[in-house]
């Protein structure tokens, strides 16, 4: 089985090679035809269907929403030229720091 970074690292490439394809027949090179307005607009949907699944739908709904959301992401990501590995290095950064005590320690104001 591959692991999830393997799973969307070639799912990156895939993105970057499909982007100036033909938009009739790509669905990546549609959505960047359209913009990058349109992909956040995208991303914002799959999100709000996403949050509807957790809540009203069953698991492989949930599924299905998760992916949609988690490939909508990685499209933007791909046409705003931000790499996967630098989102991953920035969790990599967190790694071990709780969400409570990163919170407690920002300047207040
Ligand atoms: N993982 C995905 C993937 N997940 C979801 N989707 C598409 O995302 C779209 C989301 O559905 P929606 O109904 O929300 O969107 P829509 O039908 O365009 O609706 P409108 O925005 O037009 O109203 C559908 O067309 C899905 O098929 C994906 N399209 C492509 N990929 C990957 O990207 C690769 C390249 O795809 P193409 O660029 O189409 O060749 C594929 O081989 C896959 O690996």
Known sequence: MNSPQDTLSRLEVTIAARRDADPETSYVAKLNARGVGKIAQKLGEEATETVIAALTQDREELIGEAA???????????????PLADV??????????????????????
Not at 68 to 82: C, I, Q, W
């Open 68 to 82: 949609d959301l988690m490939f909508h992401l990685l499209v933007l990501l791909g046409a705003k030229g931000v």
């Open 88 to 109: 991953l290095a920035e969790l990599d950064r967190r790694e071990g720091l709780s969400g409570i005590a990163e919170k407690a320690s920002r300047p207040r104001g």
